[in-house]
């Protein structure tokens, strides 16, 4: 008697872990985990305020990128779904202050993959940052109004 009581309550909870993970899981179908983070490339060329409120439409943000492991992830993100590595929105600005650049999901701003001679703010529009940059395949800051596919970044919580 006892033992179905301990057998019924330990499969609920078995069972109730379950749905919490299956819950979560269909958030993050096509969606491409690197440590705590998923990341997906959507090929969308759209400007990058239209790209970020598409995200956060997905509960996202515009990727940031905390060091150069996870620039070649996002890399490969963009490689995989494209083969090849194109100029894409991540979620970098300075549009509030020229030089004081940050990320949109509130990532201190500590790692930098800039082009040679880069950040330039040619014109004195470039604002928005975008990677894949030349042959050099780095960050360039460019104006916020061009249309790029981007990649959006889904923090795990």
Known sequence: MYIYPFSVKFNALILSKYRLVKSHWHKRVGWTRYGNRY???FPYRWTWAQAQRFCQSKNANLASVRNLGEY?????VIY???????????GGSDAQQERF???IDGTPFRFTYWCPAEPNNAGSREHCL???????????????YNQYPFVCVLKSG
């Open 130 to 144: 975008h990677m894949n940059w030349t042959g050099c395949r780095c960050i360039n800051d460019a104006p916020c």
């Open 39 to 41: 990341y997906r490339y």
């Open 72 to 76: 070649r992830a996002i890399q490969r």
């Open 101 to 103: 650049w940050f990320w």
């Open 80 to 90: 995989r779904v494209t083969h090849r590595f194109v100029p894409t929105w991540i």
